[in-house]
């Protein structure tokens, strides 16, 4: 038996990863087991879970991965320095957080509550972006494929083409700081208030509200190459190799200012988080995704030039722009595209896993991902002790019962709270810490924002869809089992699903296969029995907090929200005002 730990930390979407003899078993982000969003310390709880869920000891740990390389990409970064002496600051902070990070055994041996001599494992470095393509590749279904990573930066690289075939990875090219898509959405939504980490899905939702009105400022922000693309650097603040991201004692992402003066001169005063959103701010938004579109399918079209592949894997955090995934089939050369659910940062400790596994001298046969159910999971007596503690009055009911007043209470216009099985790995809630709604009700928009969500007027919510029903409602077939691309929603059906149906009447769908999540599949099914839709709305069980793990989580949240009923594990509960 061989057990590699897979480790995410001094970076965004801090986590965890265990896989035994090739084999995932668990993979967790620390933001859902402290609560902090976004968490960059160290993932103390995530490693401490991951290794309690397979029931083995630290010192049972051969191999910890870390999915970043100081030593990687040096020529560029002295090259980088020689060009930029006054970055030379910013650089040694990230070198500083790499030497914090790379205490491991100090770390780990704090996680597990034991001594640092009773770790023994080797240690392996695996350079960003490399483990950013080694999540999709080693989780993907293809034999052969091209690599695809785009992100920020990590280790000096913002994005990297790559050969995948078998149990090896071949870089192709590298692109580097301060040339950085990620760079550059980040700016804009910056600008036009929205300058948190994460909040780059709120910009991509606003785009279709603008006008193409920058056309001209965006394509002097972002020159093409011969290779690539080059940033214009008098649209941004100059910055090092840390690309303006620090981390504060909390374990909280801080990003410095972005935008130059620039941007100022020719825009006027960025908006203020808060503030009303302007014509001006939708345009902005419409035209950094148009050019992020460019830019995307650009480099896609070179990557299969480089490759001949065509299939591709896809991570990264510009990976997550499901807007362009949607576009991949239809404005790229490749057939198919397989993208890693945890695209993210928190994903970097399963690709780092997965890569050392398929790296040692007799690899383990190739991980394929079906569910992305790779969290905790609980039983049904600790999802009665957390209905009991809070004095909440269930039912306890057999599958067909269960599946019957769910879905009943769906087509009665109320939302359903979801918890079922392992927690999700990535940022979308996929079927198992959901929260659900009639797609076909003109108001459950408001109503899900009104009661539960409180998101900007303009963000849609997504569609699940039952897989054999995918292809007659949008106009794209392929699979998203994860949420990770967006399709058009045919004609005949845009009424029926004008809850879901954003204002250019596309949709973020999820594929509902049977064989990833059964009890889900057969929800839609008995949904669609009484409504004739084979689809509900699907958002993640928070409100302004990362997507519950525990069952104590879900119930707090259904009870401090308007939430109408819930499903969690075999129980079946409603508000006392609203029990039949």
């Known amino acids: 038996m061989t057990v590699i730990l897979g480790i995410n930390s001094e970076h965004a979407g801090a986590s965890a990863a265990l896989i035994i003899d090739g084999q995932p078993v668990a993979a967790i982000a620390e933001e859902r087991l402290n609560r902090v969003k976004y968490y960059a310390g160290f993932p103390h709880l995530a490693a401490r879970r991951a290794l309690e869920m397979a029931g083995l ?46 205490d491991l055994k100090a770390q780990l041996a704090a996680s597990f ?102 056309r001209a400022h965006f394509d002097d922000m972002l020159h093409f190459t011969e ?46 988080p808060g503030a ?49 995934n949607g576009l ?29 596994a398929q790296s040692a001298p007799a690899p383990p046969p190739r991980f394929v991902m079906g569910s992305a159910g790779l969290g905790p999971d609980y039983t049904q007596r600790q999802v009665q002790s957390a209905l009991d503690a809070r004095g909440v009055a269930a039912q306890e009911l057999a599958e067909p019962q269960l599946l019957a007043r769910a879905a009943a209470a769906l087509a009665q216009g109320k939302v359903l709270g979801w918890f ?40 849609p919510f997504a569609p699940a869809v039952l897989a054999e029903a995918q292809g007659a409602i949008f106009e794209d ?21 004008c809850a879901v149906a954003h204002v250019d009447q596309t949709g973020r769908l999820q594929t509902v296969q049977r064989e990833h999540n059964p009890r889900y599949h057969a929800l839609l099914q008995a949904f669609e029995a009484r409504t004739g839709l084979p689809v509900v709305v699907n958002t993640s069980f928070n409100e302004n907090e990362p997507i519950v793990c525990s069952p104590a989580e879900a119930v707090d949240c259904f009870l401090r929200t308007r939430m109408d009923a819930l499903v969690i594990g075999d129980s079946y509960c409603e508000k006392p005002g609203d029990q039949a």
């Open 57 to 102: 000891r630290p010192g049972d740990i051969d191999c910890v991965a870390i999915a970043r390389d100081p030593a990687a990409n040096l020529p560029q970064k002295a090259a980088f320095l020689l060009r930029n002496p006054l970055r030379a600051p910013a650089l040694l902070g990230t070198g500083a957080s790499q030497v914090k990070q790379l």
């Open 113 to 214: 509550d034991c001594a640092p001599s009773a770790l023994r494992y080797r240690q392996l470095n695996v350079e960003h972006h490399l483990a950013h393509i080694a999540s999709a590749w080693f989780c993907s279904p293809y034999d052969r494929a091209a690599g695809f990573s785009a992100d920020g930066s990590g280790d000096f690289v913002t994005c990297m083409l790559a050969d995948c075939r078998g149990g090896t990875i071949e870089p192709l090219q590298r692109i580097y700081v301060p040339h950085s898509l990620g760079a550059l959405y980040t700016m804009i939504c910056q600008f036009i208030g929205y300058g948190n980490y994460g909040d780059e899905g709120k910009v991509m939702g606003l785009a279709p509200y603008g006008e193409d009105s920058f």
């Open 227 to 272: 290779d690539g693309f080059r940033l214009n650097s008098r649209w941004f603040q100059p910055f090092g190799a840390d690309m303006g991201i620090s981390i504060s004692d909390g374990g909280k992402m801080t990003i410095g200012r972005h935008y130059s003066d620039h941007m100022t001169a020719t825009f006027g005063a960025p908006r203020q």
């Open 276 to 324: 009303e959103i302007t014509q001006r701010d939708m345009d902005l938004a419409r035209g950094l995704q148009r050019r992020f579109e460019q830019v995307w399918l650009r480099l896609l079209r070179r990557l299969h030039r480089l490759t001949g592949a065509d299939k591709v894997v896809l991570a990264g955090g510009c990976a997550l722009n499901s807007v362009a």
């Open 328 to 356: 991949i089939r239809a404005r790229s050369p490749f057939s198919a595209s397989w993208i890693q659910p945890a695209a993210g940062d928190d994903g970097l400790a399963l690709g780092a896993a997965l890569y050392a």
């Open 420 to 459: 079922q099985g392992r927690m999700e790995w990535g940022p979308r809630a996929l079927g198992n810490r959901s929260i659900l709604a009639h797609p076909g009700l003109p108001q459950m928009k408001d109503i899900l924002n009104e009661r539960i969500k409180r998101r900007e007027w303009f963000r």
């Open 477 to 497: 077939a392929e699979p998203s089992p994860y949420m990770l691309h967006v399709h058009r929603i045919r004609d005949a059906w845009r009424e029926q699903l």
